[in-house]
């Protein structure tokens, strides 16, 4: 595997992409595991994936344990690696990728102009950073809800949460608002992604994922028909990296770290 090159402020790709992100009204980051690799946190399969070798200590796939079907009957079972997921999030804090994709969406003030984050994560740095034109495709660990009731809460860890959470309201199983194996997209996510594509890019950059799935490679794909330019960031090869117009074999952090020098914000 090639090393990870290690940006410069004044190198011609950093320059190049500083140039693009000047010059494009809006924006698309695509961000998956790799961003936040950064703040500590690994690089996940699914929605859980600290289980690399797709084992649990019951003998059955994490694929099974971290299901929707799961879920439904054993709780118990579910929560558990739920909550190895979370506690393997906590104490993590937004690195300078998240921070400066947040800080680009708050300097777009040109009527049509936008920063929109497309994420895979369900850690919510995003969020903490400070972005709000987010589509959190696989939700967030942070936001638990009612499977019964409307009832819904938002937590900074499941410190002291009792394994699986009832609600308090009506007794119900409380979940995470996240997407389990098995499950569907969530609909709201999908109809708003829909609407940004219509509006189209002026440049997509994917940010530490593998893109795989079809709607994270699906505005790469599409950037063609929107005269949009496309850059990915990422230390490994992905679905996308013989489709970009600018490929960085480098980590988000210091990638961002340089980005943000070659726009002036020091």
């Known amino acids: 595997m090639t090393e990870p090159w290690l940006p410069s402020p004044a190198s011609e790709p950093i320059q190049r992409l500083a140039r693009w992100v000047r010059e ?51 709780p118990e079972l579910c929560w558990k690696y739920i909550a190895q997921v979370e506690h393997a999030c906590r104490g993590a804090a937004p690195n300078r990728a998240h921070e400066v994709i947040a800080r680009l969406e708050r300097e777009r003030e040109a009527p049509g102009a936008a920063v929109v984050v497309l994420t895979q994560n369900v850690d919510g740095l995003h969020g903490a950073a400070g972005s709000r034109a987010l589509i959190e495709m696989h939700g967030n660990v942070h936001e638990l809800c009612c499977t019964a009731c409307r009832w819904e809460q938002r937590v900074s860890d499941y410190a002291g949460l009792e394994i699986p959470p009832r609600c308090p309201e009506c007794g119900a199983l409380v979940r995470p608002r996240v997407v389990l194996f098995d499950e569907m997209l969530p609909g709201p996510a999908l109809a708003r992604l829909r609407r940004e594509l219509e509006q189209g890019f002026d440049l997509v950059v994917t940010v530490g994922t593998t893109a795989v799935f079809p709607y994270i490679a699906a505005p790469v794909q599409l950037a063609p028909r929107w005269g949009a330019r496309t850059a990915e960031v990422n230390p490994g090869a992905s679905a996308v990296s013989e489709l970009v117009d600018l490929r960085l074999n480098a980590r988000a952090a210091p990638t961002f770290g340089a980005l943000a020098a070659a726009l002036g914000y020091g």
């Open 24 to 74: 494009a009204p809006r924006i698309l980051f695509i961000t998956g595991a790799g961003i936040s690799a950064d703040s500590g946190l690994p690089t996940y399969r699914g929605v859980g994936g600290l289980y690399d070798d797709g084992g649990t200590e019951e003998g059955i796939p994490i694929e099974e344990a971290l299901s929707g079907g799961m879920m439904q009957r054993r």
